[in-house]
Each structure stands twice: as C-alpha cells, then as structure tokens.
C-alpha cells in the first residue's frame, strides 16, 4: 500500500510559479513510477507529467513543455511538480499518482495504468 499527499496548490496570478510537493508513505518508493494528473471543472482528468522509478526518465504533457518540471527525490519518498509561467487554462486540482514501475515506462500517461492516488490539491491561476 501507498498513501500519497499532495501539497503546494494555491491561488496565483498568471505568469506565476508553484511547486506541487507529493509526500508517498508506504514501503519502497522507489519501486514505483510517480505521475501528476489534473482535472479542471466539467473536463476529464489529464495526464501532467510521469516521473520513472529511478528518476532517469520524464516525461511532460506538450501543455506544460518547456515550463513543468517533474523530479523526484527517493531519499525522501517525494514526487514534484515545479510549475512557471501559469497560466490561467492551469487551473485544476492536480493529482498525485503511483504505478508499480512495469519495467519500462510506456503507458505512463493513462490514467488507469496507475495503482494509487492522492486526494489533489487545488491550483487557480487567475488572469
């Protein structure tokens, strides 16, 4: 089993930065793909940005290319999402997401390829 706590969403105002923090509790955290998904009202949950066991791999959805940044830190069983330039179609609650790493890391970016989630944490970025 793996909990999962995000941290880190908030009101900002376009052009702004956060840093998302998710927080896995559980054993072996570093057997495990790390992925954010977010889900903006009346929308379906999308992929962010993937994070592979060892921390080699990333991968970012081209809506945050060249401004998300995914990292990991196996030391202390934390997943992040740095977030620049936002802009006001960011605004969703983002989810924090853990799959048993398959051994490669295709299917990263399907919601249900994933084993446990974080309750979310709520980014609004106002224009």
């Known amino acids: 089993q793996v909990q999962l706590v995000e941290s880190g969403g908030g009101l900002v105002q376009a052009g702004g930065s956060l840093r998302l923090s998710c927080a896995a509790s559980?054993?072996?955290?570093?057997?495990?793909?790390m992925g954010w998904f977010r889900q903006a009202p009346g929308k379906e949950r999308e992929f962010v940005a993937a994070?592979?066991?060892?921390?080699?791999?990333?991968d970012v959805a081209d809506s945050g290319k060249g401004r998300f940044t995914i990292s990991r830190d196996n030391a202390k069983n934390t997943v992040y999402l740095q977030m620049n330039s936002l802009k006001p179609e960011d605004t969703a609650v983002y989810y924090c997401?853990?799959?048993?790493?398959?051994?490669?890391?295709?299917?990263?970016?399907?919601?249900?390829?994933?084993?446990?989630w974080g309750q979310g944490t709520q980014v609004a970025v106002s224009s």
């Open positions: 997401a853990a799959r048993r790493a398959p051994g490669d890391f295709r299917g990263r970016r399907v919601s249900v390829n994933y084993d446990y």
């Open positions: 559980g054993r072996a955290f570093n057997s495990y793909d």
């Open positions: 994070v592979s066991w060892s921390g080699a791999s990333t």
